[in-house]
């Protein structure tokens, strides 16, 4: 079974190291095309340098990232996001002095046609060329995706589209994770990364996004997330990887995973899950 | 042989005092992570005040010294509590200016209170020298080798065992950390700049005896050549610093004795660029690092631009489009002409620094590639003026944009700092490559400015001409800011590594922004050439750098219609207030400095 369908992301032995700190450490995941996978851990556990691997924006010292069957162990992130790899960050970081609009509109970057025509050499010239004369394709261009980007933002609610026009550093700290998951959406990703989508969030705005992610699932998005909010991760989750220390310690459907010994350990071990054990008490 | 032997003992002597500034630098990069420009000023005070304590209080050498190091050790104080204390919360760009725009301060007041014009540093040691092997050493050698070795030791020691020592050592290991573990920030820095500027100041004391002469352009070769001996030993690292420094003066002394002594700063300044490209952290850093995840929109004041209604830039450009018919003086258009330069070359460094985020200290290489063009083509080709002035933009675009792009890996300060060599390299290139540009003698009797065939003389018609070009340029890049682009760009300065995951190439845009930008400003001087008539290596200096960096942050960053008010203001108000011409970079140093602490979002707000 596994074999008919290569997945769509795959990791072996994976690793990263820092100095005498091994961030992560001989990770294997395979991630199906529609699937949802979690990766939990306690803090410094090394998902997020996970992430960076992924999408580029470190390089791993040993292993190899496969995706869509093809090799793309560092690889830089544009190349990545060129084949529809998307992520937002766990600390946010959006354009603080862009609109919403334009971050947004940034993330459909990679979907510009008209006014980045895929010429070697003299390219980047056409493109100042086409942005500056902004021909009839451009402007067409231009306007399907800022119909898109509102679009986009609809899918929440009220919270962004009443402040489209607005820069994204006066936004609140909740409206500015959305505005990178509609970002990340703008690319059109085939794989989407969350790093911890509901840090900050009161538990309203948590359930918001995890409906979201939930509509998103459904329409056949393949996602790797990162939450430390157990109840989220499972609902969500087809499968939770748990790290520590770089390490995978356990793999499996959540409710399983949840009652590792190896996974109480790490958390009671480290004594810096507090949500972690609040979620899961509840 | 034995030259050699000399060479070697001059390059170590050399790289003992560039070790005094850079270690200096190094200190206060661990600690604020800043380039402190003002570095090489402080060397500048140094030196002067050493003359004042040689020639006019014929202090001995030992009180000399002490009395330099104190008097600068004050004056690293001072820049410390009033300069940057202040700013400690800002955008990270506020520093980088404020150092810019202390140093600017410094130099013209030591150039107004002793003149501009060089003056001998007697040493105060007996002029003899000894046989070592093949070379000879005279006892100012030993001095400076045996005060660099004992600061050296003198700073170990501090570093290593005083509690204010450790506190530094922690404070640039990990700030937040040692903070919370209640180290004074304040007072850490006040040692470190306090000691930075004791030694920075003996060693302009010491350059001076050295070649027995003072001026005040020591000031930016000192900041550069520390910048550079630092940034090769990697920042912040203070035995590094010491090692890129005699490293420094070794690569400047062999230089020197192989190609002749005008291949002096070439060499420092292609050294650096290559350790930039190569090893950006330095010969002896090791890790590449993922930067750590930033606040956003931390590198510039975030702010609201203010709305300027159409009608009203219409209405402006009326008026100042039919000012010529007016009963205006020629000196008014005269003037107006200048702003109308300046504001071009603010245009393109407003993109460059504003927009794309990269803080080019360089900018005035882009006019000396225009003019250069320019002026030769006309002059040796025949090339129509007109064209020549566009064939010098499209020079500046595409030599400028090579010559940066090593830097456009790099980030924050270091864009500074090789934007800064580059822009020494453009300059030194031209004083050397005499087969084309006639080096140190410059270029003279170039044709006038002309259109079609008639020629552009009378003040009117060349103000007309500039002002046309200048509108020309700002509706351009107001469209380039309004295009896909225009959000490339800025999605690039406030998160590189954000815009990197979505797909934005950084080398692609910064070209793209350059190459934009570069033309503008090689128009600029393109211009300049044909009204000037003449031209040599140093038209197109430092100073216009600074001063248009300083008309964009006035206009705010990134603002098309704040650069052109800006250079109004900076080249008209001086004018209006009749301000002598050796105060006004002294003013504009003091805007500077207002702004970046007062208003760091410009006038009309950042863009
Ligand atoms: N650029 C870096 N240089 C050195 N060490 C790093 C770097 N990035 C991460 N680390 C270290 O690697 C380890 C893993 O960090 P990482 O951010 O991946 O953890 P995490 O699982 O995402 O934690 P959290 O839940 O707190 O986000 C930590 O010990 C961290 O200090
Ligand atoms: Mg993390």
């Known amino acids: 079974m596994a074999e008919a369908h290569a997945p769509l992301l795959s990791l072996r032995g994976l690793t990263r190291r820092f100095g005498g700190l091994t961030a992560v450490d001989g990770i294997d995941l395979d991630l199906a095309k529609g699937g949802l996978v979690s990766i939990i851990g306690p803090n410094g556990a090394g998902k997020t340098t996970l992430f960076n691997l992924v999408t580029g924006l470190d390089r791993p010292d040993a292993g190899e990232v496969r995706f869509e069957g093809q090799d793309i162990t560092g690889l830089s992130p544009e190349r990545l996001a060129g084949r529809g790899i998307a992520r937002t960050f766990q600390l946010g970081r959006v354009f603080g002095n862009l609109s919403v609009m334009d971050n947004v509109l940034i993330g459909a970057h990679t979907r510009l046609r008209a006014v980045k025509p895929a010429v070697p050499v003299i390219g980047p010239l056409l493109e100042l060329g ?72 009161n538990p309203s705005e948590t359930a918001e996004m995890q409906a979201l992610v939930a509509e998103l699932k459904a329409e056949g998005l393949t996602i790797l997330l990162i939450e430390h909010k157990l109840e989220m991760v499972m609902r969500l989750s087809d499968r939770v990887i748990v790290m520590d220390e770089g390490q995978k310690i356990a793999e499996g459907p959540g409710e399983e995973v949840r009652n590792d010994p190896k996974v109480i350990e790490a958390y009671l071990g480290h004594g810096l899950s507090g949500t972690a054990e609040q979620e899961s008490a509840a | 042989m034995s030259s050699w032997l000399d060479y070697t003992i001059n390059g170590l002597i050399v790289g003992n005092v560039y070790a005094l500034v850079a270690v200096g630098l190094a200190l206060i990069f661990g600690v604020s992570r800043l380039i402190n420009f003002a570095q090489g000023s402080i060397y500048l005070v140094g030196a002067y005040i050493g003359w004042v304590a040689v020639v006019q209080l014929h202090t001995p050498l030992p009180l000399t010294i002490i009395f330099v190091a104190v008097v600068a050790a004050l004056v690293g104080l001072i820049i410390e509590r009033f300069g940057l204390r202040p700013l400690q919360n800002s955008v990270r760009i506020a520093p980088l200016l404020a150092t810019i725009g202390i140093s600017f301060v410094l130099d013209q007041l030591v150039m107004l209170t002793f003149s501009p014009n060089p003056r001998a540093l007697p040493s105060q040691l007996p002029d003899v020298r000894f046989q070592v092997g093949g070379g000879t050493i ?50 850490v820095n006040q040692a470190v700049f306090g000691i930075a500027a004791a030694l920075g100041g003996v060693s302009g004391l010491l350059v001076g005896m050295y070649y027995n002469q003072i001026d005040t352009a020591m000031s930016l070769q000192a900041t550069l050549k520390g910048v550079v001996a630092e940034v090769v030993g990697g920042a ?157 933009g499209l020079m500046s675009a595409a030599l400028g944009t090579i010559l940066i792009s090593p830097s456009f890996r790099l980030r924050g300060h270091y864009v500074s700092i090789a934007t800064l060599a580059i822009g020494e390299i453009v300059s030194l290139v031209i004083l050397n490559w005499e087969s084309v540009t006639r080096g140190p003698i410059g270029i003279s009797g170039i044709p006038p400015l002309s259109l079609f065939g008639y020629d552009l003389i009378s003040p009117t018609s060349v103000y007309w001409f500039s002002f046309a070009v200048m509108v020309v340029l700002a509706l351009l890049q107001a469209r380039l800011l309004s295009s896909h682009l225009g959000r490339s760009f800025r999605a690039i300065r406030d998160d590189d590594v954000a815009a990197r995951a979505y797909g934005l190439s950084l080398n692609r845009y910064k070209s793209l922004a350059f190459i934009f930008g570069g033309f503008a400003a090689g128009v600029s001087g393109g211009i300049a050439a044909h009204l000037y008539s003449y031209i040599n290596h140093e038209t197109f200096n430092t100073q216009q750098s600074i001063l248009a960096l300083t008309v964009v942050i006035l206009g705010g960053l990134g603002n098309v219609v704040g650069a052109i008010v800006g250079a109004v203001a900076l080249v008209g108000l001086p004018e209006v207030f009749r301000i002598a011409a050796e105060y006004r970079i002294l003013i504009y140093g003091i805007v500077l400095l207002l702004l970046v602490r007062f208003r760091p979002q410009g006038l009309l707000g950042t863009i």
């Open chain 2, 138 to 187: 005279g006892p100012l050698d030993l001095l400076i080798a045996g005060v660099g070795i004992s600061s050296a030791v003198l700073l170990f020691v501090f570093l290593r065992y005083s509690k204010l020592g450790w506190a530094v050592r922690a404070a640039s290991q990990d700030r937040d950390a040692a903070m919370q573990m209640g180290v004074d920030v304040n007072r």
């Open chain 1, 130 to 201: 086409l942005a500056l004369l902004r021909p009839s394709s451009v402007k067409a261009e231009e306007e399907r995706l800022r119909e898109e980007v509102k679009a986009i933002l609809a899918r929440f609610g009220e919270r962004l589209l009443p402040r489209i026009d607005q820069p994204a550093y006066s936004l609140s700290y909740a409206n500015r994770r959305r505005v990178e998951i509609a970002r990340a959406l703008a690319l059109k990703p085939r794989l989407l990364l969350l790093d911890e989508p509901t840090a900050g969030m």
């Open chain 2, 236 to 392: 912040g690292n203070v035995p590094g610093a010491v090692v890129g420094s005699l490293l420094l003066g070794l690569v400047e002394s062999y230089g020197v004795a192989v190609f002749g002594t005008s291949y002096r700063n070439l060499f420092a300044f292609l050294l650096l660029v290559v350790v930039l490209v190569l090893r950006p952290n330095g010969l002896f850093a090791s890790a590449r690092q993922a930067p750590p995840e930033p606040l956003t929109g931390t590198f510039i004041a975030p702010s609201r631009p203010v709305r300027i209604p159409r009608w009203a830039l219409l209405v402006a450009a009326a008026v100042f489009a039919i000012l010529p018919l007016l009963p205006v003086s020629f000196y008014v258009l005269q003037t107006l002409i200048n702003a109308w330069l300046l504001g071009m070359l603010a245009l393109s460094l407003t993109l460059v620094a504003g927009t794309i985020g990269q803080v080019s200290l360089g900018h005035a290489a882009l006019l000396a590639i225009g003019a250069y063009t320019s002026a030769l083509l006309s002059l040796t080709l025949s090339v129509p003026v007109g064209l020549a002035i566009i064939a010098g």
